[in-house]
């Protein structure tokens, strides 16, 4: 009986020695913690949270996922972008940044130049421009020397305000404490900052700075530095918020970065080698990343200028995406897979379940980043339908489809029967058939520049689905009207000859994404096939119209955009 007692005793001094043990490891870390101290400088923790931030597992997030105190204050968003290709984006934003008023606008001018005030911002953008001013001469390569071809070199009429996006006054003074709000200020700063100054532009952000530079004539001009260091912001800028885009039938999440840019996050569906079944309708494919990625470079290269840029991003699931996201019905829809891979799927109209859950291995996922255009309550934008559009009807067919002259027709209708707008349609028709992109249901301009503008070529997602077919009822457009700028068929000219082969281009631009190889051989091989077919259709027309009624002379700067068009 005293040896049971005995046992007993020790067996309760071990269980009690175990756990002062526990409590010890356990608090270890925690007094190390306290010791070094907030400034102790010890770069030594790769976490991505701050000191004040406890680290929750993905266990105690599940189970507190129905609390309110498990997610962090509602997030104050900027009004600034907005990226849309719902037919009614030019009426109101389909993300979480709603339009409140005339006020919410001015708030955001304040906190905008307050954060293009910031001293130290200032510095670091002023010596980024400084050293793209310093940078070597790039080495002469096949995409230099296309660039450098007088085709690139044409210049733009003298632009006036009414040719401008925006008109930025830099004698503008403000007080960036008029309108802040606590979501916005930075701790601790009481420093007075100084009045706008003439370089005040250099010390904005690369996404401001590519939306000062929209114009009548195009999104960006040919050599400006702001999209090469625009793109760099893309992968590199620290992601601070997510949330889902509203609308169309698959997922796509609204990045928001470290300074205050958006851009629109396409993650990837396939791997690059697979192609569009051959029973697939075009409305029921997948969209791709890459596709977007390689639209932004070809869109580029044939110096439309027209698609926003875009660049490829490998993205932490966990680290950038579910745990930085204030959108709850997206939080919800993350799960592990049976492969201990981290996937989510979001909300949209169709390809949104488990079923077609995004996975990544086990938590990196490729996707595109689409910069934003200015949001909606800046730069309002108009939406059209496409003449050409298609039916996306399993059994019916759209007029043009059965109507061989059903461009006569568009021509007499506004605002086809003036300016350039069916040029730049026969454009679109030309960059959507390199791609074998056929859902191009609607286009947008933008409202301030009228009639008299370029089309915004917006969600370039179903593109290079496939390499083995060239789907020419793409081409209609072109054949039936029979019309083309002189620019358009002077470069794609170019483009077919072998020291500017096209797919030799593309690949060359596309070895600077993140994401490369972007394209596979054979979707480069295609582009150059389709060109090809292109300036067949062309010479066709020429052959039976005459080179005058089919090439319309936009060489001049005085029928750039104002000459009316030919019937």
Known sequence: MILFRKFRVLILMVFLIACTMHIMIDLLPKLERRAAGPNSGNSACSCSHRP?????????????????????????????????N????????????????ASDKIEAFKKLEHYA?????????????????????????????LFEHPLYKTTLPPLTDEDTLFNVNTDIRFNPKAAENQEWHNEGTEEEYPPTGESSADSYPNWLRFHIGINRYELYSRHNPVMDALLKDLVSQRITSVAMKSGGTQLKLIMTFQNYGQALFKPMKQTREQETPPDFFYFSDFERHNAEI?????????????????????VNMTKEIRDVTRDKKLWRTFFVSPANNICFYGECSYYCSTEHALCGKPDQI??????????????????????????????????????????????????????????????MTIFDFLMGNMDRHHYETFEKFGNETFIIHLDNGRGFGKHSHDELSILVPLSQCCRVKKSTHLRLQLLAKEEYKLSALMAESLLKDRLTPVL????????????????????????????????????????????????
């Not at 719902?86 to 008023?101: D, Q, R």
């Not at 070809?298 to 200028?305: E, K, N, V, Y």
């Not at 077919?533 to 936009?554: A, F, H, P, R």
């Open 52 to 84: 004040s931030e406890e680290p929750q597992s993905w266990g105690k997030q599940r189970g507190r996922s129905g609390a309110e105190s498990g997610w962090p204050n509602k997030h104050t968003l900027r009004i600034l972008q907005d990226f849309s």
């Open 86 to 101: 719902e037919p009614t984006s030019n009426l109101t934003s389909h993300s979480l940044e709603k339009i409140t008023g």
């Open 294 to 314: 390689a639209a932004f470079h070809l869109d580029r290269i044939l110096d439309f200028r027209r698609v926003p840029p875009v660049a490829g991003r490998l």
């Open 520 to 567: 596979i051989q054979p979707h480069l091989e295609a582009m150059d096939r389709r060109l090809r077919l292109v300036l067949k259709v062309l010479s066709d027309c020429i052959e039976k119209e005459g080179y005058v009624n089919v090439v319309e002379d936009d060489q001049d700067e005085e029928s750039t955009h104002t000459a009316p068009s030919r019937r």
């Open 117 to 145: 005030q910031n001293g130290e911002t200032k510095k670091q953008f002023i010596q980024e421009t400084n050293v793209i001013k310093n940078l070597p001469a790039k080495t002469f390569t096949r995409l230099s020397a």
């Open 366 to 427: 490729e996707g595109s980043l689409a910069a934003f255009l200015p949001d909606l309550a800046l730069a309002k934008r108009k939406t059209w339908r496409n003449p050409w559009r298609r039916s996306y009807h399993k059994r019916k067919k759209a007029e043009w489809e059965v109507d061989p002259d059903y461009c006569e027709e568009v021509k007499q209708t506004p605002p086809y029967d003036s300016g350039s707008r069916l040029l730049d349609i026969m454009d």
